[in-house]
């Protein structure tokens, strides 16, 4: 690009150090009011829906507001990716056009189904042979035994496994769920 073009966009996007004080504070204030029950999480995305509005800040500037604000208190986006690759981890480049329309669909909906919802951490291991075709999801002592087909228990690879993850979890007792024959659709 010639040096004599001036990118308004770029311009129009840099967070400046008041916009992170002011976003700072708001952000402060929404999160008081959640701690006391005032603000649920779904209001929370709204209430920073508008301000996006009534400040005029785009997703873009929202999004470098956000990294100034984690820079201040010492993180990193790029540190933390390099650490999170570096353990195996590998996260998706942060998007700086994230759709707010559908984080504010995604949070309404965990909002709605919290009681019943939950995160877990899965693993997952597959045995794909001529005795099993199937996949394993693991999550502590809990693992799933998926397939399309019968699942062959005797099999030396499969009880090898068993045996060798029981030794991970200090020979607590593995609950083992099984799913034969499962079969699947498109919603």
């Known amino acids: 690009m010639d040096d004599r073009i001036v990118n308004f966009d770029e311009i129009k996007n840099r967070a400046r150090e008041k916009d992170v004080e002011k976003f ?21 995305y709204k209430e920073i829906q508008e301000y996006m509005k009534k400040n005029n800040i785009s997703q873009e500037k929202l999004f470098n507001i ?3 604000l984690m820079e201040r208190y010492g993180f990193n986006m790029e540190d933390i990716e390099k650490q999170m690759k570096d353990m195996g981890i590998n996260m998706p ?6 759709d707010y329309e559908s984080l504010r669909k995604t949070v309404s909906f965990q909002e709605k ?4 919802m939950g995160n877990v951490l899965v693993t997952t291991y597959s045995i794909n042979n001529s005795m099993n075709n199937l996949s394993i999801l693991i999550s502590e002592e809990k693992l799933t035994l998926k397939s399309e087909k019968d699942i062959d228990l005797q ?10 993850y029981k030794k991970v979890v200090k020979d607590k007792k593995l609950k083992i ?6 079969k699947e659709f498109e919603y």
Do not use: I, R
């Open 24 to 44: 700072e504070d708001y952000v402060y204030g929404l999160s008081y009011d959640m701690s006391q029950g005032k603000l649920s999480m779904g209001d929370f």
């Open 155 to 164: 099999y030396p690879e499969l009880n090898e496994f068993l045996c060798s």
């Open 177 to 182: 769920s099984l799913c034969s024959n499962v």
């Open 113 to 116: 189904y919290k009681q019943d």
């Open 93 to 98: 480049s942060v998007n700086k056009n994230v």
């Open 66 to 68: 956000q990294k100034k």
